[in-house]
Every structure is written in structure tokens, then in C-alpha cells.
């Protein structure tokens, strides 16, 4: 059975150019958790984002070899279809949590040399500065995954200068201000 949305697909129906829409990951999910095998799913009409919830949650199921992609040209624009494979039933619920972020070595040093400035309310160093102190090459790349990871929050002050204000999230502390710096 061919269904778009949990319903069929009337033969014959007019298609308006340009109308394009994507099912809500949810309703996949629901869809994914319940089709037996053979079963196809329209999740997508028209112009499809490889960035959208839908084709992030395709892939996904994909790549678990729970279902193949289907590809139909029709009046109007293109059918996205997936197709049921794997008769096991799979727990989808709602998507998981990101695991705790990895520290690597020059992401510790980095952390180790704020947490420093934090806790003895010390400006924070430029990057130049920081990277001598914590003893690695690229402090400002390791500050960004420091951010990505939740671990720290960055606010730039002066760009020209290099200083920026870092929260550690953990403890609640954050770098002193600059001299003068009202912010």
C-alpha cells in the first residue's frame, strides 16, 4: 500500500506545479514504528532540504536498513517515497540525547587555564595569550568546541583587541571584565 500521510494516493489526481511539502519527522517516526514490510510512505512532494527534520530521520532509518528510498517523477514535481524493509519492530521513540562531549587534550588545557581565570576573576586571555598558557596551538579553535560541547559560554567584546567574557556553565563562574568595560 502507497501512502501519503496514512492516506492512499488517489489514481488519476491532479497535481498543482510547484506544490511541494514534507511529512513531520513525528509522523514518520509513528509511520516507521507501525508499517509492516512492503509498505511505502510518501513523505515528501516537490523540493526536499537534505537538512530537513524528514530527510535527517529518512537517512537515519536508512542507514539502520529499516527502509530503501524511492524516487517517482509525477505531474507537478517529484514523489519522495520510503519503503518498509525489515519486519522487526523498532523502537523510534522520540530522538535520543546527545551523549556527554568528549574532551580532547587541548579542549582540557584550554578549560583548565579559564576555569583559572574564572575562579581568581582574571580577564580572559587573547587567544595568542591563552594558547602560551594552556600550552596549545590553536586556543580559539579549542574555545569553539569548548562552546559546541556546552561546556563554556563565549561572549566577544572587543574583536580588535581579543577579549571576550567566558562563562564556565558547570560552575556558574565566569572571567572578569576588562578594565572600564561597563558591560
Keep these: 500500500m502507497l501512502a501519503t500521510g496514512g492516506t492512499p494516493i488517489e ?4 497535481a498543482t506545479p510547484l506544490e511541494s511539502w514534507t511529512l513531520a ?3 514518520i517516526r509513528t509511520w516507521a514504528e507501525t508499517a509492516h514490510p ?3 510512505l510518501v513523505y515528501a512532494r516537490g523540493w526536499l532540504s537534505a537538512r530537513s527534520g524528514a530527510a535527517v530521520l529518512a537517512r537515519r532509518l536508512r542507514a539502520r536498513g529499516l527502509v530503501t528510498f524511492v524516487q517517482k517523477s509525477v505531474p507537478g514535481g517529484k514523489l519522495y517515497l520510503m519503503q518498509r524493509l525489515s519486519a522487526s519492530p523498532i ?3 522520540k530522538p535520543r540525547k546527545a551523549k556527554a562531549p568528549q574532551m580532547d587534550g587541548d ?3 584550554v578549560l583548565r587555564v579559564l576555569r583559572l581565570c ?3 576573576q582574571r580577564v580572559c586571555p587573547c587567544n595568542r595569550d591563552l594558547g602560551r598558557e594552556a600550552g596549545v596551538r590553536n586556543a580559539s579553535y ?3 568546541k569548548l562552546v559546541d560541547a556546552k561546556i563554556i559560554e563565549s ?4 574583536r580588535v583587541k581579543g577579549t571576550r567574557l567566558i562563562s564556565i556553565i558547570a560552575t556558574e563562574q565566569r572571567t572578569a571584565l576588562p578594565e572600564g568595560w561597563l558591560g
Design 11 to 14: 489514481a488519476g489526481a491532479a
Design 25 to 27: 519527522p513525528d509522523a
Design 38 to 40: 512492503g509498505t511505502a
Design 91 to 93: 523502537p523510534l521513540g
Design 107 to 109: 579542549m582540557a588545557r
Design 118 to 120: 574564572a575562579r581568581h
Design 142 to 144: 579549542a574555545i569553539q
Design 155 to 158: 561572549r566577544i567584546l572587543d
